[in-house]
């Protein structure tokens, strides 16, 4: 009895999660990859995406590129309005920084009442901004560790071998929700690692992207070229402890060896990798300054304390924010 009790759990459970409907919004390099996953598993998505990207996800599905692998799958449905898609389970949040105002604004139609939206954006703001819009019940928090790129509409390419997907509620805890979310994930094959702090983490990320973004975008320099460089490894080191000075006067619980430990591993990335923002700043598109070096210049005044470096970093980059062809 007990045996039989625990096997319908369990199936229950399984039935639950394949019933779960998933949208991602702003179905690019981030939402575009987790959403190829996902359907592949079986998994019900909404692509909610927009333009060139949009047409080629309707006439041919997403296609994911890794390595010499390529995965092609087509979402339950796809649209560039969100009132159509009815309410979700979750929302994979993932626009750039400039768009979450007029992205979250169309969202709204999609939510019931325990959805979960998830933001997976550079920067540390994210989820708070998203609370203008959504219920504070209905906004998680996280981040995304992965590279990739749209190198042509409905086509993703991933670059390197890492890809982790860290999410919480906005208090750290793992509701079932949450559970619900990673188990999902891991079917997928996706890394979902449980978290005790997102806080932590959303911030040991933007620490590491603050100089990677600002220092490959404004050097036009590759990591490997850093890595190469004293004074550029010396600047990213630098601009990291800055960052980082500035998360521990906001309370945040960051390790006192952070600084050494991201530099110990980003110096063995492939040395061909840039930061998102490098790759924008080369195509003339928009920059998401405002939301890295921009945010720890305006976080650093939050608290008194000066950012000369980031500050410098988004002066430099601050003609191209806007995109220049």
């Known amino acids: 009895m007990?045996?039989?009790g625990i096997y319908f759990l369990k199936q229950k459970m399984t039935l639950e999660v394949f019933n779960m409907i998933i949208a991602t919004v702003g179905t690019g390099g981030i939402g575009g990859y987790i959403s190829v996953k996902l359907i592949k598993a079986g998994y019900k998505v909404a692509n909610i995406a927009r333009g060139k990207h949009l047409d080629a996800i309707q006439k041919n599905g997403l296609r994911l590129?890794?390595?010499?692998v390529t995965e092609?799958?087509?979402?339950?449905?796809?649209?560039?309005?969100?009132?159509t898609v009815g309410t979700?389970?979750?929302?994979?949040?993932?626009?750039?920084?400039?768009?979450?105002h007029d992205a979250a604004k169309l969202c709204y139609p999609l939510l019931h009442n325990d959805s979960l939206v998830?933001?997976?954006l550079?920067?540390?703001?994210?989820?708070?901004?998203l609370l203008e819009f959504f219920p504070k019940k209905n906004v998680a928090n996280g981040l995304a560790q992965v590279s990739t790129t749209i190198t042509e509409p409905g086509v993703i390419q991933q670059t390197g071998d890492f890809a982790n997907f860290i999410f919480a509620e906005r208090d750290s805890s793992s509701s079932v929700r949450i559970h619900a979310l990673r188990k999902a994930m891991m079917v997928a094959g996706l890394n979902a690692p449980i978290t005790n702090?997102?806080?932590?983490?959303?911030?040991?990320?933007?620490?590491?992207f603050s100089a990677m973004s600002g220092i490959t975008a404004a050097a036009r320099v590759t990591m490997g070229q850093i890595v190469e460089s004293p004074n550029l490894k010396e600047l990213f080191i630098n601009v990291m402890k800055e960052t980082a000075s500035v998360g521990r006067a906001n309370k945040i619980n960051l390790p006192k060896s952070l600084e050494l430990n991201i530099w110990e591993r980003v110096s063995k990335l492939p040395s061909n990798v840039r930061a998102s923002t490098a790759v924008d700043l080369e195509k003339g598109h928009p920059l998401e300054i405002e939301w890295i070096s921009g945010a720890v210049k305006r976080l650093a005044e939050k608290v008194n304390l000066d950012a000369p470096l980031n500050s410098a970093i988004y002066t430099l980059l601050s003609p191209y924010k806007n995109g220049k062809k």
């Open 2 to 4: 007990i045996l039989g």
């Open 65 to 68: 590129i890794r390595s010499n």
């Open 72 to 83: 092609t799958a087509r979402p339950w449905t796809s649209t560039d309005d969100p009132k």
């Open 88 to 100: 979700v389970d979750f929302i994979i949040f993932g626009v750039k920084g400039d768009s979450l």
């Open 118 to 120: 998830i933001p997976f």
């Open 122 to 129: 550079n920067g540390v703001e994210a989820s708070d901004r």
């Open 197 to 208: 702090d997102i806080d932590r983490d959303v911030w040991e990320k933007f620490v590491m």
